[in-house]
Structures are given as C-alpha cells and as structure tokens.
C-alpha cells in the first residue's frame, strides 16, 4: 500500500529536488501518494497564501510531511507603530503552528564526499521553540535594537526527555548538553538544569555537558567523542552547519523535525537555492531526508539501497552536481543514482 504523505514544496531549487526524490523513491520500489502544497514566496506568488491552514491540517492528519526550503518574500524588516521589527521568517511560522520542538540532524560521514575525518557518527537534536529564535527583534528607539533569549523548564524538560528516550532507542550511550551556563547563568544555567534533572531517569547515558566554544573546536579537532548532541535553537543551527561542514557540506545533510504527532523531514540548507538555474539543484538535501522518512515508514530495505547508489555514483565520481565541483544537472544526477538502485 502506498505511504500518504504530505509533499510541501516552496519552490526555488525544491521544484527540482521534488522531482529527483519522487524519481529515486519509485525506482528503489516505494510507492507514496504525495499531497503536494505550495508554500512560502512561490504560494504568494501564485496568489494564495504562503502558509494556508489547509496545508496544516493535512500534515496533521498525515502526520508525516517531505518538505523543501521555503522561501522569504522580499525585503528585510517592516515598520511598525513601534518601529521597525524584522519579519516573521515562514520557515519558522511553519514549525511553530505544527508545534515542532525537536530537530534531529544525523552527521555522519558520506561515502563519496570527501571530508577530513573518517568514523564521524553523531545526532546533532536542536531545540526549535524557543531561544533567541522565539521573539522577533526589535527596534526600541534608533540606535538601539533588542532580542530576546527565552528559555522555560516546561519547553526544555519535554526536549531532554525526547533527546534521552531517542539516544535510548538508537542504542547511544552518552548525550553532550551543549550551553554556555559560565556566562548566560540564568538562561543557559535553567537549560542545564533541566538536562541533569532528566538525565537522572536514563542512567544507562552518559549525561555530559559542554560549553559552546569549546564545542567548537572539539568538533574541528576530534568529532567522533560524540554520539549525541542536544542544544537550544541558535547554538543548534550553528553546529548543525558546522556539522555538516565536517561530512561533505549540505549535500550529507538531514532534518527531522518532531511535534505530537507529526515528523516533518526537511531539506533546511543551501542558502541562495533559489538562485540556481532550474535543472541544476543538487537533490541531496531532500534525497537524505527522505531517506530518513522511509526508515520510519518501515521501508529500511529501500533507504539503505538508496544510500549506497548516492555513494556508488559519489564515489565513481563521474556525475556530480555543480556544488559538488561537477557539472551534472539535477535529471543527470538523478538518473545515474537511479542507474545504480
Ligand atoms: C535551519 C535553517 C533555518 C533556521 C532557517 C531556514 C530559518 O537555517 O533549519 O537550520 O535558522 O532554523
Ligand atoms: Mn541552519
């Protein structure tokens, strides 16, 4: 029977990338009824809206969603009666209204993409309700602006419980909280609190902590000491970019992004995807999510076939995407991942 899944498509590069995954999933033998909705700049483009609450209630109802980058409309910040403010970002509205509060992103090492260190294998989890990602900054008067970094017992408790049950289940042994509680005491000293209060309950896990900086440059110098990581908002956007710097770059990279209910897998990197010229996205950053998808729809056969053909033609390199320093379009790249399934 076919898997009924929630395709979002915000345009740009996504359209190719929809394309490439649809093609390798029919040929790895998955079959899906994907209900596509259009979202972000190219839903307003068309004249609807960028974020309908039709598209919400359908990955509620399906509680599962293949979703690509959506993009912003133009412009920056916006007046207000108060000054200016900067906008409201659709990808975060998006996560916000299906109540997502877990972003997984696995880094691990690519067959094929060249990277300076072998037997990389860590769960980068991020926090994605709260931190300086949940208030839209502020002028207060000219010359000053303001953010807010907000951190509450309630969002993080349920965050450290998901990270240590998914650690358990994955068969990890240790979690790295990641803060920066020597000098954010009150916000980031909750945050730690918080983990040692739940780690308490797991003791089969190694409950360690870090701080940020320092996290840094273990990850440059000896990322394979970590299995999993569990960080707020901000510092988890900037590792997971870090991260995937260590495997390969973007094309290595995957979001799974958990609420009650609902897992949304998301292609999130590759800034300036709405600028490459069709037929030329690298379809990576949706392919691996997918393939993550079709792990939890119980199609393990068909995700791990799909992984080795990626790597088979990464490794052979003789069709690569521009990005990857090749000249292959999308369709070029897909056929060949396809020629090897
Ligand atoms: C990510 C992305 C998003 C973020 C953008 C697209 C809003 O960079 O998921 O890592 O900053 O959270
Ligand atoms: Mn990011």
Do not use: W
Not at 154 to 164: D, V
Not at 233 to 249: I, K, R
């Amino acid at each position: 029977m076919a898997h009924r899944v929630v395709f979002v498509q915000g345009g740009g590069a996504g359209f190719d990338q929809e394309a490439a995954v649809r093609r390798v999933l029919t040929a790895a033998g998955v079959a899906i009824d994907y209900d596509v909705h259009c979202a972000g700049r190219t839903a307003l483009d068309q004249g609807k809206d960028a974020l309908p609450g039709t598209l919400f209630e359908a990955v509620r109802a399906a509680g599962v969603a293949l979703k690509t980058k959506l993009l912003q409309p133009q412009g920056t910040v916006t007046p207000t009666a108060h000054g200016p403010k900067s906008p409201a970002n659709y990808n975060l509205d998006f996560r916000r209204r299906l109540g997502l509060f877990a972003s997984v992103r696995p880094v691990h090492n690519v067959a094929g993409l060249p990277s300076r260190f072998t037997g990389v294998n860590f769960l980068l989890v991020r926090e994605i309700t709260e931190d300086l990602y949940a208030s839209s900054e502020h002028e207060i008067v000219p010359g000053v602006v303001q953010s807010f970094k907000i951190v509450t017992e309630a969002a993080c408790l349920r965050f450290f419980r998901f990270t240590f049950e998914l650690a358990r289940k994955q068969g990890r042994k240790s979690i790295h909280c990641i803060h920066k509680a020597n000098i954010l005491k009150l916000a980031d000293g909750l945050y730690l609190e918080c983990f040692r209060k739940v780690a308490k309950d797991f003791p089969d896990i190694a409950a360690k902590d870090l701080i940020v900086d320092n996290t840094c440059m273990q990850l440059v110098s000896k990322p394979q000491q970590f299995e999993v990581m569990a960080a707020g908002n901000l510092y988890g956007d900037l590792l997971s970019d870090l991260g995937a710097g260590l495997v390969g770059g973007t094309s290595a990279t995957a979001a799974v992004n958990h609420g009650d209910g609902v897992k949304v897998y998301e292609s999130v990197y590759g800034a300036g995807y709405e600028t490459i010229s069709p037929d030329h996205a690298n379809p990576l950053p949706l392919i691996f999510p997918a393939v993550e998808m079709l792990k939890d729809l119980g199609e393990t056969a068909a995700a791990t076939r799909i992984v080795k053909a990626v790597e088979a033609v990464l490794t052979e390199g003789k069709v690569r995407p521009a990005d990857l320093g090749g000249s292959a379009g999308t369709a070029e790249f897909t056929e060949a991942v396809v020629g090897k399934l």
